[in-house]
T-cell receptor, first 112, second 114 residues
Framework: GQQVMQIPQYQHVQEGEDFTTYCNSS?????IQWYKQRPGGHPVFLIQ?????EVKKQKRLTFQFGEAKKNSSLHITATQTTDVGTYFCAGVWSGGYNKLIFGAGTRLAVHP | DGGITQSPKYLFRKEGQNVTLSCEQNLNHDAMYWYRQDPGQGLRLIYYSQIVNDFQKGDIAEGYSVSREKKESFPLTVTSAQKNPTAFYLC?????????????FGPGTRLTVL
């Protein structure tokens, strides 16, 4: 079935270090979305990538969508303690009626 | 966030009892969703509804039921048939802005079955 693999499961960094999480689908996606969930909270939409090879930036966050639309990454430059949380990617396939399939998430811990 | 309410935040039930989780939105969104999240895991889709009086099973619908009689409301019933109901339940709705579909999540209900 359709699924999205996300790695790593956990990442511990020192404040100021960079962080990257990766998502991969075995089949071509229509689009991919990224969400952030703070501890004890609910997922909050960050961004949607639709085009092949698309790169979008939000301040220190850089999102990429692969040329084949099967993989994506989120890179955070110079992490801060406010970046702590779990980052999820969620894939949408054509004809999926906006049904999202979530990756397992990457939990980021930032040590001051 | 964004006008989706779920209540209560914490819910305790005895094994064998059905329980209904509420989800209300005032965003005028057509599509609504129910997800289940287990510790350290991603979200898994239980049911979704694209329009009033219509809904489809998600990936883990067994032991759950829903209704969509009003646009604003999408309650989820966790039945006694659900073998492992203790989890964090999240309701969401979707809006489209241009070409971007954004899911807004409610604050969630943490269900514990004793």
């Amino acid at each position: 079935g359709q699924q999205v693999m996300q790695i790593p499961q956990y990442q511990h960094v020192q404040e100021g270090e960079d962080f990257t999480t990766y998502c991969n689908s075995s089949t071509t996606l229509s689009n991919i979305q990224w969400y952030k969930q703070r501890p004890g909270g609910h997922p909050v939409f960050l961004i949607q990538l639709v085009k092949s090879g698309e790169v979008k930036k939000q301040k220190r966050l850089t999102f990429q969508f692969g040329e084949a639309k099967k993989n994506s990454s989120l890179h955070i430059t110079a992490t801060q303690t406010t970046d702590v949380g779990t980052y999820f990617c969620a894939g949408v396939w054509s004809g999926g009626y906006n049904k999202l399939i979530f990756g397992a998430g990457t939990r980021l811990a930032v040590h001051p | 966030d964004g006008g989706i309410t779920q209540s209560p935040k914490y819910l305790f039930r005895k094994e064998g009892q059905n329980v209904t989780l509420s989800c209300e939105q005032n965003l005028n969104h057509d599509a609504m969703y129910w997800y289940r999240q287990d510790p350290g895991q991603g979200l898994r889709l239980i049911y979704y509804s694209q329009i009033v009086n219509d809904f489809q099973k998600g990936d883990i619908a067994e032991g759950y039921s829903v209704s969509r009689e009003k646009k604003e409301s999408f309650p989820l019933t966790v039945t006694s048939a659900q073998k492992n109901p203790t989890a964090f339940y999240l309701c969401a709705s979707t809006t489209r802005t241009g070409s971007i579909d954004t899911q807004y999540f409610g604050p969630g209900t943490r269900l514990t079955v004793l």
